[in-house]
């Protein structure tokens, strides 16, 4: 695509944009057995880049590295508790045996961002190397609510969020829930 073409896409995009909410309710979970409050390193960063952007972060937690808790804190937080509009999930998306962050929330999506994981391996490959083959970062929507699920190292968390999530937030979040304005 030429310059000239991604200028005129750009400007056609952005009446929708000027719509988007200015802050968006981020809830940011982090999957670990070993990691508490004062040592997560990877969620203290993600919800200060958010809360930098100007984002409202809801909540933060740690669960342990199970199918189950992983799950049902998901589903309380979308369906009973804090109502986030988007929800980071930091960990669990390699290839070890511990990594079930994929198999517990991918069947809760109502819609898959495939391009999100694909482009952060895109540029995890061109920061890292071959190490992005282990990445199964993913993105999607669950009812009305996005979420990202993110590696648990921090250079790549933070590429993630100053990249694709933090330019794309409240944009995605006006598609998911048109109703939601400045």
Do not use: W
């Given at each position: 695509?030429?310059?000239?073409?991604?200028?005129?896409?750009?400007?056609?995009?952005?009446?929708?944009?000027?719509?988007?909410?200015?802050?968006?309710?981020?809830?940011?979970?982090?999957?670990?057995?070993?990691?508490?409050?004062a040592t997560d390193a990877v969620g203290?960063?993600?919800?200060?880049?958010?809360?930098?952007?100007?984002?409202?972060?809801?909540?933060?937690?740690?669960?342990?590295?199970?199918?189950?808790?992983?799950?049902?804190?998901?589903?309380?937080?979308?369906?009973?508790?804090?109502?986030?509009?988007?929800?980071?999930?930091?960990?669990?998306?390699?290839?070890?045996?511990?990594?079930?962050?994929?198999?517990?929330?991918?069947?809760?999506?109502?819609?898959?961002?495939?391009?999100?994981?694909?482009?952060?391996?895109?540029?995890?490959?061109?920061?890292?190397?071959?190490?992005?083959?282990?990445?199964?970062?993913?993105?999607?929507?669950?009812?009305?609510?996005?979420?990202?699920?993110?590696?648990?190292?921090?250079?790549?968390?933070?590429?993630?969020?100053?990249?694709?999530?933090?330019?794309?937030?409240?944009?995605?979040?006006?598609?998911?829930?048109?109703?939601?304005?400045?």
């Amino acid at each position: 695509m030429s310059d000239e073409s991604q200028e005129k896409n750009l400007a056609a995009t952005e009446p929708s944009r000027a719509a988007a909410p200015d802050r968006v309710r981020c809830f940011v979970l982090t999957v670990s057995d070993t990691s508490t409050p004062a040592t997560d390193a990877v969620g203290t960063r993600v919800a200060e880049l958010l809360e930098k952007s100007g984002h409202i972060v809801i909540c933060r937690e740690i669960v342990s590295d199970t199918t189950t808790a992983i799950e049902s804190t998901t589903r309380a937080s979308v369906y009973h508790r804090d109502e986030p509009e988007a929800i980071i999930v930091i960990g669990g998306v390699g290839i070890g045996q511990q990594d079930i962050t994929p198999e517990a929330l991918l069947p809760l999506l109502t819609k898959e961002i495939p391009a999100f994981g694909d482009t952060l391996r895109q540029l995890t490959f061109a920061q890292s190397g071959a190490s992005a083959l282990q990445s199964r970062a993913f993105a999607g929507v669950l009812g009305r609510t996005l979420l990202f699920a993110l590696p648990d190292e921090i250079a790549t968390a933070q590429m993630a969020l100053e990249k694709l999530i933090l330019p794309e937030l409240a944009n995605l979040i006006r598609e998911v829930r048109p109703e939601r304005k400045k």
